[in-house]
């Protein structure tokens, strides 16, 4: 089946730290999202990113479809960045909707 | 705000019950979703629609669970004799489809089940 794999599971860090989020995924993707999800559950938009880089600030994403993951950056981390992040591609075949992995949640502390 | 809109926020409810949701899309988009997400998970597809029509349904709708979209707007999700085992969020999301297909999703709906 359709495999998307998230590294780290788990992630804390010191308020100002950089990381480097990874998203593995197993086919061809037609397009690929960024979520954040909020303390309430929500699921925030971050990037809309089927290949190449793109930037919003201090997150920045870089998706390589040739050779199947996806990356998520996030520079200066704040507190507010703390929740889980998950991506989901769309996949190439067939009428697949967005398949998410398990996600990295990240914890900044002050 | 044109987002995605979920109703109700949180529903508790009684082993047996049967329950509904309902998800109204943004309006111009035409594909509607629905997800399932348990603690510590990933959200799990349901089912989808293109406009009115059911196309595609995951393994993991049992047939306690139903959903609609009659007029290719707003979808309802039904869970009937509720189980302990349902308790979850139910995320509903939508999109165009053609070329820009971004999904975006609503608050949820979080179903206890007591």
């Known amino acids: 089946g359709i495999q998307v794999e998230q590294s780290p599971p788990d992630l804390i860090l010191q308020e100002g730290a950089n990381s480097t989020l990874r998203c593995n995924f197993s086919d061809s993707v037609n397009n690929l999202q960024w979520f954040h999800q909020n303390p309430w559950g929500q699921l925030i938009n971050l990037f809309y990113i089927p290949s190449g880089t793109k930037q919003n600030g201090r997150l920045s994403a870089t998706t390589v479809a040739t050779e199947r993951y996806s990356l998520l950056y996030i520079s200066s981390s704040q507190t507010t960045d703390s929740g889980v992040y998950f991506c989901?591609?769309?996949?190439?075949?067939?009428?697949?909707?967005?398949?998410f992995g398990k996600g990295t949640r990240l914890s900044v502390i002050a | 705000d044109t987002g995605v809109s979920q109703n109700p926020r949180h529903k508790i409810t009684k082993r047996g019950q049967n329950v509904t949701f309902r998800c109204d899309p943004i309006?111009?988009?035409?594909?509607l979703y629905w997800y399932r997400q348990t603690l510590g998970q990933g959200p799990e597809f349901l089912t989808y629609?293109?406009?009115?029509?059911?196309?595609?349904k995951s393994r993991l709708l049992s047939d306690r669970f139903s959903a609609e979209r009659p007029k290719g707007s707003f979808s309802t999700l039904e869970i009937q004799r509720t189980e302990q085992g349902d308790s979850a969020m139910y995320l509903c999301a939508s999109s165009r489809t053609g070329g820009y297909t971004e999904a975006f999703f609503g608050q949820g709906t979080r179903l206890t089940v007591v």
């Open positions: 309006s111009e988009h035409n594909r």
């Open positions: 989901a591609p769309l996949y190439a075949s067939g009428n697949t909707p967005l398949v």
């Open positions: 629609f293109q406009n009115e029509a059911q196309l595609e």
